[in-house]
C-alpha cells in the first residue's frame, strides 16, 4: 500500500485555479436510437461542490458526464460553466480533467510525462512542466514512481496518476467516470477517500459518476440518483437516505423493507406499530411504506416488548463485520430483513421465533402501484 | 495405540502402494512414453526447421556462389560484387545495359519511400477514424483492403492500364508514379498489421483522455496512437519494402522502370551482375528488417518490461 504525503497547499495551488467553477445542465436529451440515455437532464455543480451521479447501469449516468466533458453531442439543451456556453466547445477546449474508467494512461509514457502532456499542450515549458507534474504527483503520492512506465505499476497507482494528470491542466471541472471500479476492494476504499480529499483541498467543482452507492455516500456533497435518463433525487446523502422522494430511490439507495400499511394524516400503521410518514407519502388509504433494516428491530418472543411486536421467524442471518442482518418470515409470508449488531446474531438461530418491532423513524410510503 | 490394537481404517481410497515402489516404478509405461512422444516432436521440429532453412539457404548460397564464380571458367572472381560496387559508373559507361539498371536502383529506393509514407498516410487515420467513429465501416475497409490480394498482378494492370494514362498525361511517365498502384498491392498485408496493432491497444480511452487533456486529432495520431503501434507500423513498413523492392510484372507490363526489370534486363547481357543485384537486394531487405526490429525492440526496452 502506498503511503500518501502530507502535501502542503502552497505546493499546488501556483499550478491551480484555487476556485471551482459554477456547471449547469440544462434540459439535455439524448437519445441512442429509440432508448433515450438522458431525457430533459438538469444538474447544477455549485463551484467547489463534488456532485455523485449515482444509479444502475444504463441510467444516462456516464452519458450525462460524456456529454459534460464533450465526447458526445446532446441532442438537444444547454451546458454552461460560469455563465458561458460550452454545448458547441470542442472537447480539447472545454478544460475539463477526466479520470476513466478504463486505465487511460499513455502507455509509451512514464507517469511523469503522462502528467505533463496537458500542460505541454497548455504552452508551458520544459522546467514548468516537470515542476507542475512533480507537484501533482506529490500530490498523489507518486513522486517516486515518476519515472515507471504504466505497465510498471499496479491498478491504484495507475489511477492515481491519471488523477494527477487530470488535474494538472487546472481544470474548470473535474470529471470521474467511475475511476474505482476496477480496482480491488481496499484500494478503492483507500483511493476514494482520497481523491475526496485532494477534490476539497483544491476546491475543484466534480462530477463523479458510480453505481456503487457507498461510494457515492461516502465522497458526495450532493448525491443525483438516476434512472431513466433523469435525476429522480439530488439531495445530501444524509438526507437521500433518510428521504427518498420514491420508490426507486428508497429501493435503490439502501436496503429497504415494503411494507403494507394504512396510512392517516401524518403516520401509517404497519404491521400493527404507527409510523410516521415523510412528506409526498399519500395521507390515507392503504400505502406501502418503506421500512429501513435499521429501523426494524427483533425482540425475544417471551419478553415484555412482545406485546408491540409481530410474530415472525428467523429464516437466514448475514454475518457483515461491524454488523449482521437477520431475515424473519411474517406469518402472511412477508421476508422482512432487520439490522443487527454483529455481536447478537449468534444468538439468532434459523426457524427460531423472533417478534418483529418497527421505530418509529419517518418512512416513505407510496399508494400500491404508483409508479416512481 | 497399543501395537496389538487393529489399525484403524483408512479413509484414503488410494490403493496400498508395495513398499519400495515408487510412483514413477509403479507407473513406468506413461513416463516412458511422455520420453518418446518428446524425443519424436523435438526430431519433427529439428526436420521441419532443417527443410525450412534448406529451402531458403540453397538458392541463397547458389546465388552467392553463381557471383564469385565464373560459370565457364570455374574461376573465382568478385568482380560481380565490384561491378554493383560501382554501378553507377558502369552506368555512365555503357547506359545502354547498366544504365537502366542504375535508374532501376534508383526508381525502387524513391518508390519504397513514396508507397511506405503514402501507405501510413492512407491507412493509419483511416483506420483510426474508422475504429473511432464509424466501427460498421470496418468490415468494408477490410474487404476492400484485402481485395488487392484476390486480384492477380496482371488484371491489376490492365485495370489500372486506362488510370495511368491519365497518370502519364498529367503527371508524368516517371516509373516513381507507380507508387499509387504500389499502394494497392501492399494494402492487404500493411492492413493487417496496423489491425493487429491497433487492436491491441485501448484506442477510444487513449484518444479521449488527451482530447480531453486538449490534444486535436492530429496531435492524437502523432504523439498516442503512432507511438502505441510502432512494431504494427515497422511490419507494415517492411512488407511494403519488401514487396515494392521484389515487385516486377506490374513495372513490366506498364513499361516502366524499377530494380527487377533493371535485373531482368541486365541478366540478358550479364548474368552474373544479375543475380548479383538479386542478391544484394534481398541482403539489404533482410538488413532493414533487423534495423527495423531492433530500432523497435530498442524503444519497447527502453520503456522498461
Given at each position: ?94 478544460d475539463m480533467g477526466m479520470v476513466f474508467q478504463a486505465y487511460s494512461l499513455f502507455p509509451h509514457m512514464t507517469a511523469q510525462q503522462n502528467v505533463e502532456f496537458g500542460l505541454g499542450l497548455r504552452g508551458k515549458n520544459a522546467s514548468e512542466r516537470k515542476k507542475i507534474a512533480g507537484e501533482y504527483l506529490e500530490l ?233 | ?305
Open positions: 500500500m502506498t503511503s500518501v504525503p502530507t502535501v502542503a497547499h502552497h505546493d499546488v495551488t501556483s499550478a491551480t485555479t484555487g476556485s471551482g467553477a459554477l456547471v449547469e445542465l440544462t434540459g439535455v436529451s439524448r437519445s441512442f436510437g429509440t432508448v433515450k440515455a438522458l431525457d430533459g437532464f438538469d444538474l447544477r455543480i455549485n463551484p467547489g461542490e463534488l456532485i455523485v451521479l449515482l444509479g444502475p447501469s444504463g441510467c444516462g449516468k456516464t452519458t450525462a458526464l460524456r456529454i459534460l466533458a464533450g465526447l458526445e453531442d446532446a441532442d438537444a439543451g444547454r451546458i454552461t460553466v460560469d455563465g458561458r456556453d460550452i454545448s458547441s466547445v470542442p472537447t480539447a477546449k472545454r498523489v503520492g507518486l513522486s517516486a514512481q515518476a519515472d515507471r512506465f504504466a505497465r510498471q505499476m499496479s491498478g491504484g497507482q495507475q489511477q492515481r496518476v491519471a488523477l494527477a494528470r487530470a488535474l494538472a491542466i487546472s481544470p474548470n471541472v473535474l470529471l470521474l467516470d467511475e475511476p474505482l471500479s476496477a480496482l480491488d476492494a481496499k484500494v478503492r476504499v483507500q483511493l476514494r477517500d482520497e481523491i475526496r480529499r485532494i477534490q476539497l483541498e483544491l476546491g475543484i467543482s466534480a462530477l463523479f459518476v458510480t453505481h456503487d452507492q457507498e461510494e457515492a455516500l461516502a465522497v458526495a456533497d450532493r448525491v443525483g440518483v438516476m434512472w431513466q435518463g433523469k435525476i429522480q433525487q439530488i439531495a445530501t446523502p444524509q438526507e437521500l437516505y433518510s428521504a427518498p422522494v420514491n420508490e426507486f430511490v428508497a429501493e435503490f439507495v439502501g436496503l429497504s423493507n415494503p411494507l403494507v400499511g394504512t396510512a392517516s394524516g401524518d403516520a401509517a400503521t404497519v404491521l400493527g406499530q404507527q409510523i410516521l410518514l415523510l412528506p409526498g407519502s399519500p395521507r390515507s388509504g392503504a400505502v406501502t411504506v418503506f421500512v429501513r433494516p435499521e429501523a426494524v428491530r427483533l425482540v425475544p418472543i417471551e419478553g415484555a416488548d412482545v406485546a408491540h411486536a409481530t410474530r415472525a421467524t428467523i429464516i437466514a442471518t448475514s454475518f457483515l463485520g461491524s454488523m449482521a442482518r437477520a431475515h424473519a418470515r411474517l406469518a402472511d409470508g412477508t421476508v422482512i430483513v432487520a439490522q443487527i449488531a454483529s455481536a447478537d446474531v449468534a444468538a439468532l438461530r434459523v426457524g427460531a421465533p423472533v417478534g418483529v418491532a418497527l421505530d418509529p423513524t419517518p418512512a416513505l410510503a407510496i399508494a400500491p402501484g404508483t409508479a416512481p | 495405540m497399543t501395537p496389538s490394537a487393529p489399525a484403524a481404517p483408512s479413509l484414503s481410497r488410494t490403493p496400498a502402494t508395495p513398499p519400495g515402489s515408487s510412483l514413477s516404478e509403479s507407473h513406468p509405461r506413461p513416463q516412458q512414453m511422455r520420453r518418446g512422444m518428446r524425443r519424436k516432436q523435438a526430431t519433427t521440429r529439428r526436420i521441419v526447421i532443417g527443410v525450412i532453412m534448406a529451402f531458403f539457404l540453397i538458392p541463397l548460397t547458389s546465388m552467392l556462389y553463381f557471383s564469385v564464380r565464373y560459370p565457364l571458367s570455374g574461376k573465382w572472381t568478385g568482380h560481380s560484387w565490384s561491378d554493383l560496387i560501382h554501378i553507377q559508373a558502369l552506368a555512365a559507361e555503357d547506359p545502354a545495359d547498366y544504365g537502366q539498371l542504375w535508374d532501376g536502383l534508383k526508381n525502387s529506393a524513391v518508390l519504397v519511400v513514396l508507397t511506405v509514407v503514402l501507405m501510413l498516410v492512407l491507412l493509419i487515420p483511416t483506420m483510426t477514424w474508422i475504429r473511432l467513429r464509424v466501427r460498421w465501416l470496418s468490415r468494408t475497409l477490410e474487404f476492400v483492403c484485402l481485395l488487392p490480394l484476390t486480384i492477380p498482378a496482371i488484371v491489376l494492370v490492365v485495370g489500372l492500364g486506362p488510370v495511368y494514362r491519365i497518370v502519364s498525361s498529367v503527371l508524368s511517365t516517371n516509373s516513381i508514379w507507380l507508387c499509387f498502384i504500389y499502394v494497392i498491392l501492399v494494402l492487404p498485408f500493411a492492413y493487417r498489421a496496423l489491425d493487429a496493432g491497433l487492436g491491441a491497444i485501448d484506442l477510444p480511452t487513449l484518444s479521449e483522455a488527451a482530447r480531453s487533456l486538449g490534444a486535436g486529432w492530429l496531435r492524437i495520431l502523432w504523439r498516442i496512437v503512432l507511438p502505441n503501434i510502432r512494431s504494427a507500423v515497422v511490419s507494415a513498413c517492411f512488407i511494403s519494402v519488401a514487396l515494392v523492392l521484389g515487385e516486377f510484372t506490374i513495372a513490366q507490363l506498364l513499361a516502366r522502370n524499377n530494380l527487377q526489370t533493371g535485373i531482368y534486363l541486365v541478366s540478358q547481357s550479364d548474368g552474373q551482375l544479375a543475380v548479383t543485384m538479386s542478391l544484394a537486394a534481398l541482403l539489404l531487405a533482410f538488413v532493414l528488417l533487423m534495423v527495423l526490429s531492433l530500432l523497435s525492440g530498442d524503444r519497447k526496452s527502453q520503456e522498461g518490461s
